[in-house]
């Protein structure tokens, strides 16, 4: 059953219903993480193999080619990381994402919350398994984080996947959760959080989705740095870590977390999670 109030805040004030294009004339598009970071590391790759090369094809002295050498090794260095990058955005974390959700059971009644959503990857795949839930994504769109990141770039990739009637996307910070408490069947957040520079901040992000989150509700994040941090964090706040490991198909090395919010019965004791 989706709570009440969730059902309240499908208000237009928060949510972006963006008119899109014709379904034939698009194709999804989940956006490229970091894109500033994986162009530098693309362009500095390129330039330091053209110098490394001309070095060691021009190089006066033996010690100039050797340098040459060094600089041609790490311009490639420079450049497969790039490339790296792009294959864990464009295909490694579309299968990390594809074993979170097998592993997530929905059932389709859900509300499920997608943390940082950016162009909606994780929520339209949770949208697809929802039949009387809804998916609803949060984000401050930044463009550092992901390229041409926007609101409407989101429902047009849930039209051409076509959930968009399932779906919802709010403008909001993941520190302050647009929604009410214990409203949310299961929080899912990719590459979001560690986003938040300070540790305290992350904190309170951890503590938003504890709070909108239901008794026996589920959390799974992926992410690329804290995730021991946020394990703490879930754990200070009552909840339990039903599984913590790497992602394998992901750069830079990447992990998933899941956890339980603990269910308690009206005299306050710990119930058993179903
Ligand atoms: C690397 S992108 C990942 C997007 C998406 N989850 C995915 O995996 O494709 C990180 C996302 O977190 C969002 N973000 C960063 N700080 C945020 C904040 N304080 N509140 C909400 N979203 C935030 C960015 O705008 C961006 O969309």
Not at 1 to 24: D, G, N, Y
Not at 145 to 164: P, W
């Amino acid at each position: 059953m989706v709570h009440p109030m969730t059902q309240t805040s499908r208000a237009p004030s928060h949510s972006h219903l963006t008119s899109v294009q014709p379904r034939a004339a698009r194709s999804v598009d989940y956006g490229l993480d970091a894109p500033g970071v994986v162009n530098g590391f693309a362009a500095l790759g390129i330039l330091t193999l053209f110098v490394g090369i001309a070095l060691e094809l021009l190089g006066a002295t033996l010690n100039l080619r050797r340098l040459g050498g060094i600089a041609s090794w790490t311009g490639i260095t420079f450049a497969v990381t790039a490339l790296l990058m792009i294959a864990s955005s464009r295909f490694g974390k579309l299968r990390a994402r594809d074993r979170l959700f097998h592993r997530l059971h929905i059932r389709g009644h859900e509300t499920v919350l997608d943390v940082g959503c950016g162009r909606g990857l994780l929520l339209v795949a949770a949208a697809h398994r929802l039949t009387t839930g809804r998916a609803i994504g949060v984000d401050v769109w930044s463009q550092r984080d992901q390229a041409e990141n926007s609101a409407s770039a989101t429902l047009a990739n849930a039209e051409t996947e076509g959930v968009r009637d399932r779906v919802e996307v709010r403008d909001a910070d993941m520190r302050a959760l647009p929604l009410p408490d214990a409203s949310v069947h299961v929080v899912v957040s990719s590459l979001a959080i560690h986003n938040l520079r300070d540790a305290a901040e992350r904190g309170r992000a951890i503590g938003e989705i504890v709070r909108v989150l239901r008794p026996g509700g589920i959390a799974a994040l992926i992410d690329i740095a804290h995730v021991a941090e946020y394990a703490r964090a879930f754990h200070a706040r009552g909840c339990v870590i039903e599984q913590i490991g790497f992602v394998p198909t992901m750069f830079p090395p990447t992990r998933e977390l899941m956890v339980r919010k603990v269910l308690v019965n009206r005299r306050g004791r710990r119930l058993q999670p179903t």
